[in-house]
């Protein structure tokens, strides 16, 4: 293979480590602030963050596509016209920046509150910041510089509770909203610094127009990837009770943690893969390792399943009691950790320069969105409740991923058979997890020990996915595979701490 998957995992994994540690300390440093601030103080930071993740979905997507094109670009030697390439969209995006940045500040005059003035005008220069540091940040991640960007991610991870935890007392609800405006001027100064991208102003119209047509859809894709994770809690909000909400809510974070680790790996994938697709001769030649990487995908992200729902149930049970109830809502939506995991490879190929037919994706989401909403609301008004609402959510996302990849099968196989072969093997990991619904649920019903419980799930997963392997995925993973990943998992930890 032209690219190496234990070099993927390994970048990627820096960025998990990143992620992970960016969660365990704010926290506490959250709840700490909770102890400081009353409730009407976080409902006004609520409100401003609003302002702020709208103004952040709404865009032309100039710097998407922008950087869409560059690792073809780079691929083919072509540094020059990629650097043209990459001036021409963060320019178009510096001068995009302004308008929601007078609009904030212009909104700012229409309330009566001087804290929501002032702040306001504090979101608006954060805005600012997050873009110019975002900006900076992808151009480094799509020319590969995965240290500069990791580093960068930490700074952001350490300097915003840390401002947080200093300022709160003084600065009250001030402090949450200064820390992100703080974390990413400093950020952006040190890409300055240790990731230049040697950018220069440069305005081209012919060239802005055509990346304005290909950022909007990029960005319209943004939109429903969040859309899509919000709408089945909107529906629970607004047709449910706030407990109901709450454990629902509750269980979806700790999916949300679990499914980073598959999203940085597509997130490093993506620049490597395109670069890759540049050289080749050919579509087919440029994308014909992705094949083989969905089975990876596939195998790695059925096993974290099982071994979820075995951790969130200890987890519940030991620690957070209160929360019993998420347990059956984790058991069914940890399968979107294989489903949602699974759309990486279609979109690397479609939303790609070489194929450019994002607006397959598109329409795919779009449609699986408005199914969510409907039939969400309908399980609702059945009585089947959140749980409901959980199937209903992995079911869309799946028929968006399944249909996704009825578009690709041109670029990566040669005949139907192929194909075929290539969609029951990556479809065998995810039904082999499905017993284990069962299985847990079961468990629960008729044993009180939790070690029991535990002892029964490792063993038969160990078992199940041994056999399974050994059987099916021998040419794919043999155990010197597993050693070298072990291995080279174990030095990156060993990097990240030290």
């Not at 992995?394 to 991923?401: E, K, N, P, Y």
Request: charged share 10%; proline share 3%.
């Amino acid at each position: 293979m032209a690219i190496s998957i234990i070099n993927i995992a390994r970048n990627s994994l820096k960025f998990s480590s990143v992620n992970f540690l960016a969660a365990l300390i704010s926290m506490p440093v959250t709840i700490y602030a909770a102890t400081i601030l009353v409730p009407e103080e976080y409902g006004i930071y609520g409100l401003l963050g609003l302002w702020l993740m709208y103004a952040g979905l709404i865009g032309p997507g100039f710097a998407a596509a922008g950087q869409r094109e560059m690792p073809v670009l780079l691929g083919k030697g072509k540094e020059r016209e990629a650097l043209e390439i990459q001036n021409i969209s963060l320019s178009a995006e510096i001068l995009y920046t302004i308008i929601p940045f007078v609009v904030i500040i212009g909104a700012s005059f229409f309330y009566s509150s001087t804290v929501l003035k002032l702040g306001l005008i504090i979101i608006a220069a954060s805005y600012v910041a997050i873009r110019l540091a975002s900006f900076w940040s992808g151009t480094n991640f799509i020319r590969e510089r995965f240290n500069v960007v990791a580093k960068g991610n930490l700074i952001v991870a350490i300097l915003t509770p840390l401002a947080i935890l200093t300022g709160v007392n003084w600065l009250g609800v001030y402090a949450l909203l200064v820390a992100p405006l703080i974390a990413n001027a400093v950020v952006w100064v040190y890409y300055l610094k240790k990731g230049a991208i040697n950018y220069h102003f440069r305005f081209d119209r012919s060239e802005t127009v055509k990346l304005v047509k290909v950022g909007i859809v990029l960005q319209a894709l943004g939109f429903l990837f969040w859309a899509f994770r919000l709408a089945d809690r909107t529906i629970i909000a607004a047709m449910l009770p706030l407990e109901q909400l709450g454990v629902y809510v509750f269980a979806m974070q700790f999916i949300m943690v679990m499914l980073q680790i598959p999203t940085d790996f597509g997130n490093v994938l993506t620049p490597i893969l395109w670069r890759e697709a540049g050289k080749a001769d050919s579509i087919f030649e440029g994308f014909k390792d992705l094949s083989r990487i969905a089975i990876y995908l596939a195998l790695g992200t059925a096993v974290l399943i099982p071994i979820g729902q075995l951790g969130f149930y200890l987890a519940v049970s030991l620690i957070t009691t209160n929360y019993i109830g998420s347990i059956p809502i984790f058991y069914v939506l940890s399968y979107n950790l294989y489903l949602a995991s699974m759309g990486i490879v279609p979109a690397l190929i479609l939303n790609s320069s070489i194929v450019n037919r994002q607006k397959i994706s598109l329409y795919c989401y779009s449609i699986g969105l408005a199914l969510n909403i409907i039939f969400g609301i309908l399980v609702v008004k059945l009585g089947y409740g959140v749980v409901g609402v959980a199937w209903v959510t992995i079911c869309t996302q799946g028929l968006a991923t399944f249909i996704l990849y009825r578009f690709i099968k041109g670029y990566i196989f040669r005949d139907v058979k192929e194909f075929v072969r290539f969609q029951l093997r990556t479809l065998f990991p995810f039904l082999i997890t499905i017993p284990f619904y069962f299985l847990h649920n079961y468990l629960n019903s008729v044993t009180s020990n939790l070690w029991t419980f535990a002892g029964i799930s490792l063993a038969t997963q160990v078992i199940l996915w041994s056999v399974v392997i050994r059987i099916f995925y021998r040419d794919y993973l043999s155990i010197s595979d597993i050693k070298a990943l072990i291995r080279e998992v174990g030095i990156a930890i060993k990097r990240q701490i030290a």
